[in-house]
């Protein structure tokens, strides 16, 4: 967590999702003169996805699933997610752009889900169904990501 000041001077606690958020609206915003874009966070806790990122010029949206890992990425070949996550997501946001989004403590990596995701081999860990994804097949870098989702959100 971070602690930041709002506009008024008053003390606020940042966590690592709404850290995200600024940071991906703030390169978002700074590429076009419009500074058109809006990103919701979930109020479910529970909720499949955490954030829907809208371009309010044209009305074209993406989701995306935030994981924060405290893991050097350097030190790891994959990603694990769980089919269950999965499995909601492809249910309810299947036919949408959707982004999963690794981000460790020395990169972020990224991936578009698609659903060839669920036809994957599963793993057990934890007691828990996980699905592995390859560090090879996402894109890296916060500014990466945001060339893509502006491809995304720019059609």
Do not use: W
Not at 50 to 59: A, G, P, R, V
Not at 86 to 96: R, S
């Amino acid at each position: 967590m971070d602690i930041t000041n709002d506009a008024n001077g008053s003390e606020i606690i940042l966590d690592t999702e709404q850290i995200f958020k600024v940071k991906i609206l703030d390169i978002l915003n700074n590429t076009n003169d419009l500074k058109n874009f809006i990103m919701i966070k979930s109020s479910n806790p529970y909720c499949s996805v955490d954030f829907s990122i809208i371009n309010t010029y044209n009305l074209t949206s993406c989701f995306v699933e935030h994981k924060k890992k405290n893991i050097n990425s350097k030190d790891y070949n994959t990603f694990f997610i769980g089919y269950t996550k999965l499995v909601f997501i492809d249910t309810y946001y299947g036919l949408n752009t959707l982004f999963l989004v690794f981000e460790c403590m020395d990169d972020l990596y990224f991936c578009e889900y698609d659903e060839k995701f669920l036809t994957r081999p599963t793993k057990n860990i934890c007691g828990g169904k996980v699905i592995e994804i390859d560090k090879r097949e996402c894109g890296i870098g916060l500014n990466n990501l945001t060339k893509k989702l502006i491809q995304t959100l720019m059609l």
